[in-house]
Nanobody
Framework: QVQLVESGGGLVQPGGSLRLSCAASGRSFASYDMGWFRQAPGKEREFVARINWSGGSTNYANSAKGRFTISRDYATNTVYLQMNSLKPEDTAVYYC?????????????WGQGTQVTVSS
């Protein structure tokens, strides 16, 4: 099982940028698809972005397209979410998740989350 630890959240003004990091440890990082999800107060958790095990395929929620970029670094076993042009509606706890590449559906492991607040 892989263990995940997020970092990089904080308070940012509208229009600003943040880069979230997710450090993975445990079993082979390269065997996992990686995703970012978020949960705002009073709302259900929602998908933000995904990158497949090889890094060759990415998917984004419509709300993230054109503003967010997911990437991964195999040397450091880290997944990143670069968030630009942030809006107040991006305020949420952001979670990193991992899913073994042969699995489908639910993700296998989750981080503890990092708070992102977009406010002036």
């Amino acid at each position: 099982q892989v263990q995940l630890v997020e970092s990089g959240g904080g308070l940012v003004q509208p229009g600003g940028s943040l880069r979230l990091s997710c450090a993975a440890s445990g079993r082979s990082f390269a065997s996992y698809d990686m995703g970012w999800f978020r949960q705002a107060p009073g709302k259900e958790r929602e998908f933000v972005a995904r990158i497949n095990w090889s890094g060759g395929s990415t998917n984004y929620a419509n709300s993230a397209k054109g503003r967010f970029t997911i990437s991964r670094d195999y040397a450091t076993n880290t997944v990143y979410l670069q968030m630009n042009s942030l809006k107040p509606e991006d305020t949420a706890v952001y979670y990193c998740a991992a899913r073994y590449f042969m699995n489908t559906g639910e993700y296998d492991a989750w981080g503890q989350g990092t708070q992102v607040t977009v406010s002036s």
